[in-house]
């Protein structure tokens, strides 16, 4: 064994002098570059799109209904130490006053409550074109924030009120971006967002209200993963019709579509650099063994045996594998920011 250790060493010191390493070191640190870089940014690009869809979502998961969901939810996502919001959506008509030429309009109404949005931030402006900023809290009672849209729709500008069934409410922040907006046909309608407290006011919910009730929690995946499963035998009862589960796995279609179609695409390009990497290595190792046929026979005449001549050809190739991987990792790690 220390024969051979020794026979390893003093030919991989000899071919890298020789410069007959160099061709084989660049094959496998590209190779090896190409595979992390991409590994290192599928990675993250998964990671930020999870965080996206989760943002999209509203939670890391949500129970949709169409009654208030029973107070048994959110008393066990509080167990599980999980932050939880409640919302509920329905479209509705938006007026101006009749001084203000009383048009109306078909607007998606939100009402939300304290600790909204558990996922991404709601980015609002005090007049269209004006910078936006991140909302600090939501609306206050008696006030509205709504899309842009329906400022020029009903001919009224910040400050103005807003009729929603029984109640006015001023118009305080123009809406600039929604992280749970979603992709329903409800979402083309513009958007009134008001305070929980200001629904029993407008007296908009009415037996035949068509309503969505959306509890989101949001916390450790592990968590999150006991009260979904804890949620899915709940909705099995007879009593639970109308609800339904939507996360990561189980939710929207234009999430879950999007997930799969970044992971295939990702997956396509990492194997795609596996076989440019390997095309490389093979054509830099066929060079080499072709160059040392002579000094294997050499060898032989001099009575060296074969296993000991693989073995020290394989250790010359593991430490300059194992040197030449390392040096990838590090440029792969370096170039995937680049990207």
């Known amino acids: 064994m220390k024969h051979i250790l020794s026979l390893g060493l003093r030919t991989l010191w000899r071919d890298f002098r020789a410069g007959e390493l160099r061709l084989l070191i660049v094959a496998v640190t590209l190779a090896v570059a190409a595979l992390t870089a991409v590994g290192f940014f599928a990675?993250?690009?998964?990671?930020?799109?999870?965080?996206?869809?989760?943002?999209?979502?509203?939670?890391?998961?949500?129970?949709?209904?169409?009654?208030?969901?029973?107070?048994?939810?959110?008393?066990?996502?509080?167990?599980?130490?999980?932050?939880?919001?409640?919302?509920?959506?329905?479209?509705?008509?938006?007026?101006?006053?009749?001084?203000?030429?009383?048009?109306?309009?078909?607007?998606?109404?939100?009402?939300?409550?304290?600790g909204y949005p558990l996922c991404g931030n709601v980015s609002v402006a005090t007049a269209p074109g004006q910078s936006e900023q991140i909302a600090n809290g939501i609306p206050e009672p008696g006030t509205?924030?709504?899309?842009?849209?329906?400022?020029?729709?009903?001919?009224?500008?910040?400050?103005?009120?807003?009729?929603?069934?029984?109640?006015?409410?001023?118009?305080?922040?123009?809406?600039?971006?929604?992280?749970?907006?979603?992709?329903?046909f409800m979402s083309f309608s513009p958007r009134a967002m008001i305070n929980a407290q200001d629904v029993a006011t407008t007296k908009l919910v009415q037996p035949a209200s068509r309503l969505n009730y959306r509890l989101a929690v949001a916390g450790?995946?592990?968590?999150?993963?006991?009260?979904?499963?804890?949620?899915?035998?709940?909705?099995?009862?007879?009593?639970?019709?109308?609800?339904?589960?939507?996360?990561?796995?189980?939710?929207?279609?234009?999430?879950?579509?999007?997930?799969?179609?970044?992971?295939?695409?990702?997956?396509?390009v990492a194997l795609l650099a596996a076989l440019l990497s390997a095309v490389a290595v093979a054509i830099a190792a066929r060079?080499?063994?072709?160059?040392?046929?002579?000094?294997?026979?050499?060898?032989?005449?001099?009575?060296?045996?074969?296993r000991t001549i693989a073995w020290a050809y394989g250790l010359e190739f593991f430490l300059v594998g194992l040197g030449a991987s390392a040096l990838g990792v590090a440029i792969g790690f370096a170039v995937h920011y680049g990207f």
Do not use: Y
Request: charge should be negative.
């Open 144 to 184: 509205v924030w709504i899309d842009p849209t329906l400022l020029d729709a009903l001919n009224l500008k910040v400050g103005d009120a807003l009729l929603l069934g029984d109640a006015a409410l001023r118009i305080e922040r123009v809406i600039v971006n929604e992280p749970d907006r979603g992709g329903g």
């Open 43 to 114: 990675d993250r690009l998964q990671g930020g799109l999870e965080r996206d869809a989760r943002q999209l979502l509203g939670g890391d998961a949500i129970v949709s209904s169409d009654n208030a969901p029973p107070p048994s939810f959110t008393e066990r996502a509080r167990t599980l130490g999980l932050s939880t919001v409640q919302n509920l959506g329905f479209p509705t008509m938006a007026r101006a006053s009749d001084a203000q030429g009383g048009a109306s309009k078909l607007v998606a109404l939100k009402s939300v409550t304290p």
């Open 220 to 268: 450790e995946d592990v968590a999150v993963k006991a009260f979904s499963i804890w949620a899915e035998a709940e909705l099995k009862k007879p009593d639970a019709r109308g609800m339904r589960l939507e996360s990561l796995e189980s939710g929207r279609p234009e999430m879950r579509q999007t997930l799969d179609r970044a992971e295939k695409f990702l997956n396509l």
């Open 287 to 306: 060079g080499f063994a072709a160059r040392h046929l002579d000094d294997c026979a050499m060898l032989r005449v001099l009575g060296q045996s074969q």
